[in-house]
């Protein structure tokens, strides 16, 4: 977090509960793109695929 680092947010801050987004994003509640994209069905499943792809190697390289 490069603003922590700077100085710019205190180092102990957290976002609020309240405030944070991943719980209503995981439940489907928000659209992965809200203001519409130009990929059709086929280029977003892509998409997802690379991003799973992407969290796995991310888990196994630790």
Do not use: C, W
């Given at each position: 977090?490069?603003?922590?680092?700077?100085?710019?947010?205190?180092?102990d801050?957290?976002?609020?509960?309240?405030?944070?987004?991943?719980?209503?994003?995981a439940?489907?509640?928000?659209?992965?793109?809200?203001?519409?994209?130009?990929?059709?069905?086929?280029?977003?499943?892509?998409?997802?695929?690379?991003?799973?792809?992407?969290?796995?190697?991310?888990?196994?390289?630790?």
């Amino acid at each position: 977090m490069p603003n922590k680092v700077n100085g710019k947010i205190d180092k102990d801050y957290q976002i609020p509960a309240s405030q944070r987004l991943a719980e209503f994003r995981a439940k489907g509640a928000l659209p992965d793109f809200p203001f519409g994209t130009d990929l059709d069905e086929t280029e977003l499943a892509i998409a997802k695929g690379l991003m799973k792809l992407k969290a796995q190697q991310k888990s196994h390289s630790r």
